[in-house]
């Protein structure tokens, strides 16, 4: 069973507009972490956030965890056509050792 | 610094054929994970590689899944026999082994089985 859940499934925006997905869980996390999946290719890690921490910017890469709702957003700004792709949440929680659960990914289009 | 190496990319089976996917993660890695990736969903963990140990390996089906990690590096995924509903990609990820760390991925193993 997957423990995030992404919203929207699919996200289809222009050049230049920022992108924002976001992701639910239902149990408690250590941490929470997103990748990128290009079509056809293996998941690359963009950021970790932990369960104390409550914002995280990388590069153009914008990620919020709000722990008392269960859900984390992640933001990216000035979108470019290369950033389209799949994007996964996974969640570390607390009870399941060393052990990643994925979400079901958003896939977003970004037309030039 | 090489990654994780995964082969084939892809197999193309008869069902009730034997198939099995190979896995080189990064040097030094102690943790190995086999995820499967139905289309258009998230990775689905099979099994966990602590060294040679699984330690979780809850979610493999095993009566026709194997996995082994002999010598506490490199992996084989087995499926004897494979069936329709296999058809996914099965992809491998290594980790240092900090908990909750970072995984990295190979580029995962394409299966169709017909």
């Known amino acids: 069973s997957q423990q995030g859940e992404e919203d929207p499934q699919a996200l289809s925006i222009q050049e230049g507009e920022n992108a924002t997905m976001n992701c639910s869980y239902k149990t408690s996390i250590n941490n929470l972490q997103w990748y990128r999946q290009n079509s056809g290719r293996g998941l690359v890690h963009l950021i970790l956030?932990?369960?104390?921490?409550r914002e995280k910017h990388s590069g153009r890469l914008r990620v919020t965890l709000d722990t008392s709702k269960k859900s984390s957003s992640l933001l990216i700004t000035a979108s470019r056509a290369a950033d389209t792709a799949s994007y996964f949440c996974?969640?570390?929680?607390?009870?399941?050792?060393?052990?990643?659960?994925f979400g079901g990914g958003t896939r977003l289009m970004v037309k030039p | 610094e090489a990654g994780v190496v995964q082969s084939p990319r892809y197999k193309i089976i008869e069902k009730k054929q034997p198939v099995a996917f190979w896995c080189n993660p990064i040097s030094g890695h102690n943790t190995l994970y086999w995820y499967r990736q139905n289309l258009g969903q998230g990775p689905e963990l099979l099994i966990r590689y602590e060294n040679e140990e699984a330690v979780d390996d809850s979610q493999l089906p095993k009566d026709r899944f194997s996995a082994e990690r002999l010598k506490g590096v490199d992996s084989t995924l087995k499926i004897q026999p494979a069936e329709l509903g296999d058809s996914a990609v099965y992809l491998c990820?290594?980790?240092?082994?900090?908990?909750?760390?970072?995984?990295?991925f190979g580029e995962g193993s394409r299966l169709t089985v017909l």
């Open positions: 956030i932990r369960s104390n921490e």
């Open positions: 996974a969640t570390d929680r607390s009870n399941a050792g060393n052990m990643l659960t």
């Open positions: 990820a290594s980790s240092p082994g900090q908990v909750g760390g970072e995984l990295f």
